[in-house]
C-alpha cells in the first residue's frame, strides 16, 4: 500500500490545482463532506484503484464511529451477496483517517466560527490514537503503520473580504496553539502543522470580492 503521508500530499497537491473550483465553495458552506470525498477520489487515483477508501464504515456493534477506513485485498471473486460474504476475510484495514474541518468565518458573512476550534480538536483527540482491534466494521483490521495509530486529517478554511487586513497566520497560529494542548502533532513531527494548500485566492460572487485560503495537516495524537 502506498503509504499514508505520500496520499496526503498527492491530496494536498491536488486542491492547489484546483483552488479555483475549491475557494468559491469555502464561502457557500462547510466543505468537510466534499473535501473528504476529494480525498477519496485521489486515493483511489494514486493508487490505481488498489486501495478502497470506505467512509463511515462503522457498524453498531463496533461501538464506535471512524470516518473512512482504506482497504486493500481482492473483489475479484465477490460477483454476488453470497461469494462477498464468504471472501470478506480477503479485505483488510491498512489505515483509519478521521476528517476535520475548521473555519475562521460562517460562510460569507462575518459570523466568527473560531470557537469551534477548540471542541472540533477536543473531539479529535478522544477520536484518534492507537487502535487494537483485529476486526471493524466486519473486516479484518492491519494497520499498515507500525504505531497502528488513527490519522486525523485536518482542512482549515481561512475566508476574508478583499478589503479586510491578512489575518490568516493569526488564525493557524491559534489552531496549532489549540492544537499542542490537545496532544496533536503532524504526523511525522513532534508538534501540529498546517500546510497550506492555498492562500488568498480571489474570488468574486454577487459583487463581492473575497480571497481564501485552504490549509491541511495530517495528524496524530502524540506520543
Partial sequence: MKGIGKLYSEFKHSLARDRKVIAPLQIVSRLEEYLTKRFCSVVLTASEMTILPLTSPGQRVDGRKIDMALLEGDLSRALDKKAAKLHRDELSI?????????????????????????PTLQNL????????????????????????????????????????????????????????????????????????????????????????????GLWRLRN
Avoid: M, W
Fill in 125 to 216: 483527540q478522544d477520536q484518534l490514537g492507537t487502535f487494537d482491534l483485529a476486526r471493524y466494521a466486519g473486516y479484518s483490521v492491519s494497520l499498515r503503520g507500525h504505531r497502528r495509530d488513527i490519522y486525523g486529517l485536518v482542512l482549515a478554511s481561512c475566508v476574508r473580504r478583499d478589503h479586510e487586513e491578512d489575518r490568516n497566520t493569526v488564525y493557524i497560529r491559534k489552531v496549532n496553539h489549540c492544537a499542542r494542548q490537545h496532544q496533536l502533532s503532524y504526523y511525522d513531527l513532534n508538534y501540529p502543522q498546517l500546510d497550506p494548500a492555498y492562500e488568498n485566492q480571489p474570488v468574486t460572487i454577487l459583487g463581492g470580492h473575497f480571497r481564501a485560503s485552504l490549509y491541511t
Fill in 94 to 118: 491498512r489505515a483509519f483517517v478521521e476528517v476535520k474541518y475548521l473555519r475562521n468565518r460562517h460562510r460569507f458573512g462575518f459570523g466568527d466560527a473560531t470557537d469551534e476550534i477548540r
